[in-house]
């Protein structure tokens, strides 16, 4: 299967709660059209037939990863089926679009980016943050040296469910900071430990806290749960030149910059020292905001089209895996700190 030259057409396997933003979303854009929708459920089935006037809905996978008119499969089922659709999408000759995380571990992962490789197919996986205009906004600046030297980032992730059947709060939750974190150092950490708590079920966290070591001396801290009162997106991220707040719930004003820090500034005769503390101004960029699910389903179309990697692309996925593989395995000892393979 070579490049497709006109329309794009794309199969979605899965239309729960994400499948259907999905849906709209390539329907909306140009040079590409949804023409197969697949779901296990009847519940789910029926409602995409009622909305999805001609397109052909089924409830086999088979249907879409074989299916002769669809250049470019999408994956919004839940995480344990992602390595087995996958996998059946890239052998049979299809670039692939994949919810996130990629795999629930890093061999299957691993494996999906060799498939991909080997096929030369795109594999894309959906993380949403990379193309959000606020991450992209403090990922801008960060390069600049906006910040100064970054000494440690802090992301909270929570909200009252959804609990997932599947996977846990560290792979449904903070699959989302860890692509953040590693995006915006533009490198992976060499260890993480985590703690965690499995609440409602045996063996599945529903709250988990992960510190990850990134090169620098940076340190990444993320707090996520499903377990929790309050939604909140928030992300704090120390330089010693200037601080900032993403707030991803605030729609209007996201980002704060804030002229703060403290320095050293002279050591006395007896070897003691002074901390000055600089309290300057607050500054909140003007941030143009895009629907991210748009940005990167388009992007996805982008890169089928041009035959380049995306930035949400196999490697870059598959780092995010390894991250949360050593991140359960932490879990499961007890936080002990585990290193992230290189
Ligand atoms: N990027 C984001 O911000 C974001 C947000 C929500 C969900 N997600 C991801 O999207 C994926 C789906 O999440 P969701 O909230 O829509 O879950 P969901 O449970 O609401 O929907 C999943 C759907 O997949 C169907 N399904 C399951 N196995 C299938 C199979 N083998 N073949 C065909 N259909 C199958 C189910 O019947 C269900 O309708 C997950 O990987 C999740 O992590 C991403």
Not at 98 to 123: F, N, S, V
């Amino acid at each position: 299967m070579g490049v497709p030259s006109s329309t794009v057409r794309v199969g979605v396997i899965g239309f729960g709660q994400w499948g259907p933003n999905h849906v709209r979303n390539f329907s909306l854009l140009d040079g590409c059209e949804v023409v197969r929708v697949c779901d296990a459920a009847p519940a789910r089935r029926a409602a995409a037939q009622k909305f999805l006037r001609g397109v052909a809905v089924t409830a086999d996978p088979a249907d879409i990863t074989g299916a002769a008119d669809v250049d470019a499969v999408v994956i919004a089922t839940p995480t344990d089926t992602h390595h087995a659709l996958a996998k059946a999408a890239l052998l049979a000759g299809k670039d692939v679009l994949c919810e996130k995380p990629l795999a629930r571990t890093a061999a299957e992962a691993r494996e999906l980016a060799d498939l991909a490789a080997a096929k030369g197919r795109i594999l894309m996986v959906g993380h949403v943050f990379l193309y959000n205009p606020g991450v992209r906004h403090l990922k801008t600046d960060l390069d600049r040296g906006e910040l100064g030297r970054v000494f440690y980032m802090d992301a909270v992730r929570t909200n009252l469910g959804p609990v997932r059947q599947d996977v846990g709060a560290l792979h449904d939750l903070a699959s989302h900071d860890i692509s953040i974190f590693n995006f915006l150092l533009g490198a992976l950490p060499a260890e993480v430990s985590a703690t965690g708590s499995c609440v409602l079920r045996a063996g599945v966290e529903d709250v988990g806290f992960l510190t990850l070591h990134y090169p620098g001396n940076i340190v990444c801290h993320a707090h996520a749960s499903w377990l929790n009162p309050r939604k909140v997106r928030q992300l704090t991220i120390v330089g010693d030149h200037k601080m900032a707040v993403w707030d991803d719930m605030n729609n209007l004003e996201p980002i704060r910059y804030y002229d703060k820090g403290v320095a050293v500034d002279h050591y006395s005769s007896f070897g003691e020292f002074q901390l000055v503390l600089r309290d300057g101004q607050i500054v909140i960029p003007k941030v143009k905001l895009a629907e991210p699910l748009q940005a990167q389903d388009a992007e996805f179309i982008a890169c089928v089209r041009a035959r380049r990697e995306p930035a949400a692309g196999a490697v870059f996925a598959l780092g995010v895996v390894r991250v949360l593989e050593a991140a359960m395995e932490s879990l499961r000892a007890g936080g002990r700190a585990v290193p992230v393979p290189a």
